[in-house]
Each structure stands twice: as C-alpha cells, then as structure tokens.
C-alpha cells in the first residue's frame, strides 16, 4: 500500500501546484484518502479559503483515491480528470481537511474490468471538505484511467 509520504512525494513532484498550495495526504487506505491545505496560502481577499482551493483539494484526494487502488493492483494506468462539480455549503475560515467517500468495491470492479478490457476506464469519486470541523463543500469527480503498455 502507497504510503502517505511516497503520495506526497509523487503529487509534489507531478503536480507542482499541490505543494504550492501545501496539501499533505495524511492517509490512504481502501476505506478513503485524508488530505489537508493550510488556509494561509489558500486565502481569499474576504480572509476566508479561496473557493479555487477547495475544489482543487477535492479534485486532488478523488485522484488520490482512485491512483491509490490502482498502485494496489499494480495496474500502470495514467488518471486525469475529465469532470468536476464542487457544491460550496459555507465559507472555510481555518485551515481544510477533505476525506474521500469509500469507493464501493462494485465500481473500483467494473473500473478494473473496463481499463483492463477496453484500455481506458471511468470512475466517480466524491470527496467532503471540511474547514474547523464543518462541512463546507462536496466534490465530485468523474475521473479516467487509460492504460499503459509497458
């Protein structure tokens, strides 16, 4: 299993901008991914996080997730994200923590199934962002996976 430190190392490496923006993954497991971002580089002019932020820390734990499964299963694909609804609840006042929703093992199934068969798969990951312990947004993500050949 990927640790949180060779994920981090991996975003900040491939995706400059989620060290810029001082996301850490704090976990990753079947079950989900946590990550964090300060508020102090995400802010906004009203001192709150920038909505830009939180949607990019959701986009960026729904890929974890799914990067994630794959390293699991040792299937070299590359993921990006074709689509992204983030639903805004309240302002983030303090610094942010998204926790992805378990990805059901029928959809990472047919997800596998797809990439291995068609070469290229889809898949929907949903992620809450809370900010002082308050639910202040929901991402989801439809996120594809093509195949490599190695």
């Known amino acids: 299993m990927p640790t949180a430190e060779e994920i981090n190392q991996h975003l900040h490496q491939q995706i400059p901008m989620t060290r810029q923006m001082g996301i850490l993954v704090q976990s990753f497991s079947t079950e989900g991914?946590?990550?964090t971002a300060p508020l102090e580089v995400n802010i906004n002019h009203q001192q709150s996080v920038f909505g830009g932020s939180i949607a990019?820390?959701?986009i960026v734990t729904g890929f974890v997730a799914i990067w994630g499964n794959l390293k699991l299963r040792a299937i070299p694909a590359e993921l990006v994200i074709q689509h992204s609804e983030t639903d805004f609840s309240k302002p983030g006042l303090g610094d942010m923590e998204?926790?992805?929703r378990k990805i059901?093992?029928?959809?990472?199934?047919?997800?596998?199934?797809?990439?291995a068969s068609a070469g290229r798969a889809?898949?929907?990951v949903t992620s809450d962002i809370f900010s002082g312990g308050k639910l202040i947004a929901s991402n989801t993500g439809t996120f594809v996976?093509?195949?490599k050949k190695e």
């Open 145 to 147: 996976a093509i195949a």
């Open 122 to 124: 889809r898949i929907l």
């Open 56 to 58: 990019a820390l959701g």
């Open 104 to 115: 059901s093992d029928t959809a990472l199934k047919s997800f596998t199934t797809s990439l």
């Open 33 to 35: 991914v946590i990550a």
């Open 98 to 100: 998204a926790r992805s």
